[in-house]
């Protein structure tokens, strides 16, 4: 059963508004879990969004060249025979005005917006240990109250501006990718100075680099990347999809990383240098993220990852033209995949242009920014425009920002203090009633998003049904199962090459004082999905649930 459209005027504007959930975020994440909350159990939810718009991560990421670097036809809601039916993507990798699109598109099919309020950013979600409720502030002072609070704030979306002194004295203008001016930035006639290199560096440097007078970047950590080959979706693969999304969908589920294409039984020891160049060169003419899936241990087997990482660095040393350039390029410190790997439409081909240079600030670190522009210990470069590439506080930034606090007044922040501690990524002990969609500790940016994205919102669905027909007033994990859960990621993490990446943000590394703790589940998606299963088959194991 529907809420009644609300008087967004002034509801909560006086008192608390009340629903049986508040959301928090309206991407992927959020959309999904309203429509299951409300359409589904006939609940009334309340999404509280930041943005004027709908989108998550893709209403704020409208940098140059910003685009998914999943498969358009793999980067999709699932749930609904209709909505594929209804959307067909026009490129191989939709860029963010596409994603844009189909959100709203999804949104409007089921009259979403109605239970969305726009421009109310979260200053405050508190846990009321004597009414068992969530009280919600908006920064523009608007209180919400609701039996469960959900998080669909998302992985990658609070900007990492690093502390670089004298930026508040610079003369010209600069902007976080993660925080793009939606009217776009003319680069025209510009001198412009790129910090950061990793997968939205390598997709806007080309872009900018088109237009600039003048590009300068600035490369802290080598980055491999393999070339995207992205275009234009043929009517013949769009037939494809509608006619064989079961199967795909099915493919998604059950591979480690919830893509659409399934990791090559072989090792790469069983190949030949010469059948394993042949392969290599196969997937690098291809193109995206299916090169990692080449042989089945490039991410747990360092000898095997060095044959990957070798063909890629000597692909860098091809295409660019200057020997130096091309060895900054190609020193590369962390094995392939260890940290997130970008794909790239034309990144290493830019360095080939007269009007780029590149900068390592690892050999010759940034100083200071000055009115004029950066300076390293080899002089000043001289910029109009600075662009922080810098990437995100990742995963617990979102949730760190929103003065979380759970049973007696405690600080989710406290509780963080040594490194993020979840049960399953789903909840936090000494929360009561939240649920943290795609949370650390879940395999979340380790794998296609809205694959993991659906999983978790149809776990915490069920897990609400439950509660709510067996009259129960609240669920938290037992500190003891959180604990263990930690040791569980960390172990899978240790399983693989990811941890051998000391500068990843997976590790939290990218942001000064930072906890070094690995936070996403390295486990797979399919083995976690299943252990979410098993857990919830147990009646909820590792949860403790209070009735009324």
């Known amino acids: 059963m529907a809420s009644k459209t609300p008087d967004f005027t002034t509801e909560g504007a006086t008192s608390d508004a009340r629903f049986d959930a508040v959301i928090i975020g309206a991407g992927f994440a959020g959309l999904y879990q309203l429509h299951c909350l409300r359409d589904r159990l006939g609940l009334t939810a309340r999404v509280l969004e930041a943005g004027d718009g709908v989108g998550g991560t893709w209403y704020w990421n409208r940098y140059p060249g910003a685009r998914c670097d999943t498969e358009s036809h793999a980067y999709t809601y699932t749930f609904s025979k209709d909505l594929i039916d209804d959307w067909a993507w026009t490129e191989r990798y939709p860029g963010h005005a596409e994603i844009r699109r189909y959100l709203n598109h999804v949104a409007d099919m089921f009259d979403l917006k109605r239970d969305i309020r726009f421009g109310a950013r979260v200053a405050k979600a508190a846990y009321d240990d004597r009414t068992g409720l969530w009280r919600v502030e908006t920064e523009n002072g608007h209180h919400y109250t609701a039996k469960y609070l959900i998080t669909a704030v998302g992985c990658l979306s609070s900007a990492n501006i690093p502390n670089i002194p004298g930026l508040d004295s610079f003369a010209g203008d600069w902007y976080h990718t993660g925080q793009w001016p939606h009217e776009g930035v003319d680069f025209t006639g510009k001198r412009v100075g790129q910090i950061g290199t990793g997968s939205t560096g390598i997709q806007s440097a080309p872009v900018i680099a088109e237009q600039a007078a003048h590009l300068t970047v600035f490369q802290r950590t080598a980055n491999y990347s393999v070339p995207a080959r992205n275009g234009p979706l043929s009517d013949e693969f769009k037939a494809y999809v509608r006619k064989n999304f079961p199967e795909i969908r099915a493919t998604m589920h059950s591979t480690a990383n919830g893509h659409a294409f399934t990791i090559s039984e072989r090792s790469a020891h069983d190949a030949t240098p010469a059948e394993r160049e042949k392969i290599y060169e196969a997937a690098w003419n291809r193109g995206g993220l299916q090169f990692r899936g080449s042989f089945k241990d490039l991410t747990t087997d360092k000898s095997a990852n060095d044959t990957a990482a070798e063909f890629l660095k000597s692909k860098i040393r091809q295409v660019v033209k200057d020997p130096e350039t091309a060895r900054k390029l190609s020193d590369i410190d962390h094995p392939y995949a260890a940290k997130r790997p970008p794909i790239d439409t034309n990144y290493f081909e830019t360095f080939n242009r007269d009007n780029v240079a590149l900068v390592d600030v690892r050999a010759h670190p940034i100083q200071k920014i000055t009115p004029k522009g950066i300076v390293t210990d080899e002089g000043e470069v001289e910029l109009d425009i600075i662009v922080f590439a810098t990437g995100f506080d990742a995963m617990t930034g979102p949730l760190l920002g929103m003065n979380i606090q759970g049973r007696e007044g405690a600080l989710l922040k406290d509780s963080w203090r040594e490194g993020p501690k979840t049960y399953l990524g789903l909840q936090v002990a000494g929360f009561p009633n939240m649920f943290t969609i795609t949370g650390p500790g879940s395999p979340s940016v380790l794998t296609n998003m809205p694959v993991a994205i659906e999983q978790h919102v149809e776990w915490i669905t069920d897990c609400i049904a439950h509660m709510e027909a067996n009259g129960i007033a609240r669920i938290e994990p037992k500190a003891q199962a959180a604990e263990k859960w930690v040791l569980d990621v960390n172990a899978a993490a240790n399983e693989t090459l990811l941890p051998q990446a000391k500068h990843s943000w997976y590790l939290g590394a ?39």
């Open 510 to 548: 990218n942001v000064p004082g930072k906890p070094r703790v690995f936070m996403p589940y390295a486990g797979g998606m399919a083995r976690y999905r299943k252990i979410c299963a098993d857990v919830a088959a147990r009646g909820y194991e590792g949860f403790e649930m209070v009735r009324a």
